[in-house]
């Protein structure tokens, strides 16, 4: 069984928009935080976003704050990451995760995102 997986990945050019998805696998995801993460080439896997299972509170890396923004829908059990005015360093692989303990500690298969300059 796979607990998380997304989508919405692909090629786009600077200033561009994508809209990534996550789907669980179960309602029980609704209730844990939950954060995209990325990874490029020879980095660090890095959180971009969060949002918190309850409040929906968010936060942000400095480094999208104000052009990324990330949603759930508890009725399709889905969290989103709106990207917009994507620039080259933004590229990656993207993962959603979520907080089932203390920690991140399901992952999906990550989805990647090129932005072309």
């Known amino acids: 069984q796979v607990d998380l997986v997304e989508s919405g990945g692909g090629l786009v050019q600077a200033g561009g928009s994508l809209r990534l998805s996550c789907a669980a696998s179960?309602?029980?995801?609704?209730?844990?935080?939950m954060g995209w993460f990325r990874q490029a080439p020879g980095q660090e896997r890095v959180l971009v976003a969060a949002i918190s299972g309850i409040t929906d509170a968010t936060s942000y890396a400095d480094s999208v704050k104000g052009r990324f923004t990330i949603s759930r829908d508890y009725a399709k059990n889905r969290v989103y990451l709106q990207m917009n005015s994507l620039k080259p360093e933004d590229t990656a692989v993207y993962y959603c995760a979520a907080k089932r303990g203390t920690t991140y500690d399901t992952w999906g298969q990550g989805t990647q995102v090129t932005v072309s300059s």
């Open positions: 179960s309602r029980a995801f609704n209730y844990y935080p």
